[in-house]
């Protein structure tokens, strides 16, 4: 088991027991304002595009349109779900995925399982490491910057990664929520879905 195993794990764990009392507030927040379930799940790519679990706390509605589909994001996320988001209280849930070893607590971010076959050889060697609650992406621009910029960045990491770029990511991620810089409110990305032409 290498250092990065070793600092992921024990500072997850630590942070989901220092923690307990505000993931327990949002959950109850969560299951007042919006319901079950609390949390929700996503199967996103990990590690070489293996697939698992991710965990988030809810922030949208389950609306949908005439014909059930569901409507846009901007449209579904809540007052509170705006705040989680804006705060990264949403993501906390994600600490689990981190003891479990599905995620580390810096790498690319993990995004939707249908954007795989978009990749082209560059941007699908972000896969090569293990998704992260925060990254290099998130600490240069996050919702604000676009799809070409965050997978440049993504696969920077990759090449580059160390125990101590890690802590820098972590200590610039702790100032961005602080800041809230490079948030947008609904949670989406200004540039859209990605489409593989980017």
């Known amino acids: ?81 705006e705040i989680l988001r804006r705060s990264s209280l949403d993501e906390l849930p994600q600490l689990i995925n981190v003891i479990k070893g599905d995620m580390s607590l810096v790498g690319p971010r993990p995004l939707a399982m249908e954007y795989l076959p978009l990749y082209n050889l560059e941007q699908v060697r972000r896969h090569h490491v293990k998704p992260g609650i925060t990254g290099w992406a998130q600490v240069n621009g996050r919702s604000s910057i676009s799809w070409a910029e965050k997978f440049k960045l993504d696969v920077w990491y990759v090449d580059h990664r160390s125990f101590a770029l890690d802590l820098r990511i972590l200590f610039l991620t702790a100032r961005n929520v602080v800041l809230q810089h490079g948030v947008c409110n609904t949670g989406e990305t200004k540039y859209g879905n990605f489409s593989g032409s980017n």
């Open 1 to 81: 088991m290498g250092i990065k195993r070793i600092f992921d794990f024990v500072v997850s764990l630590l942070l989901m027991i220092g923690l307990l009392p505000v993931i327990a507030v949002v959950a109850l927040l969560v299951r007042w304002r919006l319901g079950s379930p609390v949390v929700f799940r996503a199967i996103r790519p990990g590690l070489n595009g293996k697939p698992f679990c991710m965990y988030k706390f809810r922030t949208m509605t389950n609306e949908r349109d005439d014909e059930g589909r569901p409507l846009p994001d901007k449209d579904r996320v809540t007052p509170l779900g």
